[in-house]
């Protein structure tokens, strides 16, 4: 899978420059502790920095001012990305396009871009579009009228419920569902009547989809997934949520209907928050934090209901010593009524 | 998809009466800010009646004693409920049976009901029994002896497994699974010997269970969903757990093995429960409440260990408060000893 | 499905002894309050042990030292082992194998074992390997170069992306997602770039994966599940985690990525770990536990951050009672205003 380029060729892609011999012949990228000949590895973490003395790699992605005797380094402000970048270089193939394979159904009316690839088992029902390049593995399922960017990737079991639309290099992973019904019911005494979901899901350019995550449909209107978002394994969107752009949602997050969540926010694992509130840009959300009210941007939380960070710390240490703490309340308490005591016979 | 219906017409439909022009031509329901000419729309909270003056829908669907000056209105006890049926009436068709498509395997034995649409990448195994007018989208699986209702809709991706119940008119959103292996072992030294779960799944009439969400069979006996309750979306029901009437599960809860939950709870987004344990009817959980034993109905609960709801909110003041408190107690501590010199000097 | 076995050579399957007529014809295994002619039942909780002067069953499993006047005894010293093993016996019958089924898309450089069975709508790319004696249900889906062991159970709908191994007698219930991406992306200025997940997942001999779950594939190197690990529905494993072996993890427990987890743990529902930590063998988590560094080995912990579990269950008494101490804190503190006042009075 992988091909060779010089350490110079590597230095340009991610804009860095050569400490060292720049025609190194560089063929795959390896973490520090098990890179050998021809590797280059990386060091984000100035805790691992010793390591360089002992890899067996032939080159390292540093940031300015480390040093690393014997080995060449590419030097760049960014090491983590420049290593992302690289990888993608040496690793990321785009298989040929298949078309649609045998054992697909595609119904006539869909309208499918160049070099697509629909696997065996998909289905892809009235009046879908699909933009070129976008690959549908094993048993996709797209109702009517969905409309997929292009260069799309949609892992094994992925359904998209009718009308709902994803833009360009989406990347949904296997067994997500977008467009499932919103939790809509209008109590009838001591029943409930379901409100019908008539809404759909956007998910903008850039977005990526964790496994088995559940994107509902909105009620009217649109639940809204921006650009950039990435969402992690089991995520639950409610209806009518707007996840803002480059917004992190790592896995088990739970975000309930009508919440509009800001841009460049990050969710801990197990986070959650209540419905209908707005949470402002850049919140920061512990895991298993949870945001019951609307939420001034800027902030780092935790704990439920979350409070800012250094707090919920500070009172989760307390919490601890609750049993300690009501033992010294009741000494004290005593001690008082022994002073009261002392005080009225005087 | 909408038809045209007037305003008495409409009023009929959901028990209301109209005040205005009962002749008025109604074609379909929209929020109360992006409404326009044709539409009805509706006004379910008291503090959305100021847009009422705004809207430019033709008609308003409103509690009694509202108002609604230059808008026909229908008045109705539920606006909410009657908006639910108005919208079903304008916006829910259901398509023409389509019998079974090419490319869904359905086994000889199986026996279906009339007008059933088992769409492509179904497979429908030994001895089922399907009712008229239910319908399996692409990639249901039902495993053998299954039988379901009539008038279900089994989203895509949905899996019930071997023996496995459900009544009429359930909804099971895309990829829900229904009759997992229960989680049951028996510890053999270190190990686990596997115990077989034997027992099946009973999914009761007008039950709708969300995307992604596993319902556990029975280790022996049945797990059983009864009548109208709706459970969202990655929604987790452990073996041989019974869950109430009309008993409405949020996001995320998980329900641990043998637990009976009765009629008309509610549990918040990320609730959970220890397992065989016996809770009341009426009993609402908040969202990320854990409910740890036995609990009496007519209760609402918030925290983990849950407490009542009002009880856990001051105790969540009262956490954010801990390090002061503790600061308080030090503070108070030193007075106290400085108080014991004085008195031991005098 | 069942067949008849003597209770003497029911006694010899398990290890046990004959108390009573071992000659007697058993044929089935029933919960002692349905039990009836024919069956043998169990009492693993000594809670139930009055209930064999009113069972109707045959016979029963119990420990040495319990009587049970009137009824034929299976005296073992693990009585639930011994009811898994009989019930196994009893009621687990491995259907015929039946070969690639019509419908099924198997790439002919894939190499199948001996007496495989696989279901229509199953995909198998290029190069899998299956071992003898695996059933895939309908839907599965084996993305190239997935090795798969002997006598394996993958039930409807499960995934399982590039390159990821599973071992021999692995069960995986529908809907599982095995190797879906790892949640990692390098920020570069407010977006966030991918990095390729070209790692895999090993899954050992003899672990069963719940509904649902998903497994992220490694970035580099390996997630490994070790022999004997036992995962329930909706678990989150994220990239580059291991699982010890015989560990179990309850419903909806998620482990961040790079965390390994020793070796008999057991984790409660909803519980959680941060990412990179390490945890020591035999460590219990209760259900929503959430585990934020570093673990000792044999530990019983609660609460998130979590301690050990008798602190936590006072601690969480203390919690309840946190606006009374509040209060009595208030009051304590004017009682010594007051004495305050009064010393500097005389």
Tied chains: 1, 2, 3.
Aim: neutral net charge; aromatic residues 4%.
């Amino acid at each position: 899978m992988e091909a060779t380029a010089t350490l110079k060729e590597l230095a340009e892609l991610v804009g860095g420059s050569v400490v060292g011999d720049g025609a190194l012949s560089i063929g795959n990228v390896a973490p520090i502790d098990t890179a050998g000949q021809g590797d280059i590895t990386f060091v984000a973490n100035a805790k691992y920095l010793s390591r360089l003395q002992t890899t067996k790699a032939s080159a390292v992605i540093v940031a300015p001012g480390v040093d690393a005797p014997g080995l060449a380094m590419l030097v760049c402000r960014n090491p983590y990305l420049a290593f992302a970048k690289i990888l993608t270089h040496f690793r990321v193939r785009k298989a040929p396009p298949k078309g649609v394979m045998a054992g697909a159904w595609v119904d006539p009316s869909a309208t499918l871009g160049d070099n697509v690839t629909i696997y065996p088992g998909c289905y892809v029902a009235e009046n879908v579009v699909i933009g070129s390049g976008t690959v549908l593995h094993p048993g996709v399922v797209l109702y009517a009228n969905v409309r997929i960017g292009e260069d799309c990737l949609l892992h094994a079991g992925v359904v998209v419920r009718e009308e709902c639309v994803l833009g360009n290099r989406v990347i949904v992973q296997p067994s997500a569902v977008i467009g499932s019904d919103g939790f809509g019911f209008a109590p009838d005494g001591t029943t409930y009547y379901k409100i019908p979901q008539v809404g759909i899901v956007v998910v903008e350019d850039d977005v990526e989809i964790g496994a088995a995550s559940c994107i509902d449909r909105a009620a009217m209107g649109e639940t809204r997934i921006r650009r950039g978002a990435k969402l992690d394994n089991l995520v639950q969107i409610g209806h009518n949520v707007s996840i803002g752009e480059d917004t992190v949602l790592a896995g088990q997050v739970g975000i309930a209907g009508s919440t509009v969540i800001g841009n460049h926010c990050t969710f801990g694992g197990q986070a959650g928050t209540a419905g209908h509130i707005k949470i402002g840009d850049n919140v920061m959300v512990g895991g298993r934090g949870g945001i019951a009210g609307d939420t001034e941007p800027n902030q780092v939380l935790s704990g439920a209901p979350a409070i800012p960070h250094k707090e919920w710390l500070k009172a989760s240490m307390g919490f601890a010593r609750l049993p300690e703490m009501r033992k010294e309340l009741l000494r004290l308490k005593r001690q008082i009524d022994e002073f009261e005591r002392l005080l009225k016979e005087r």
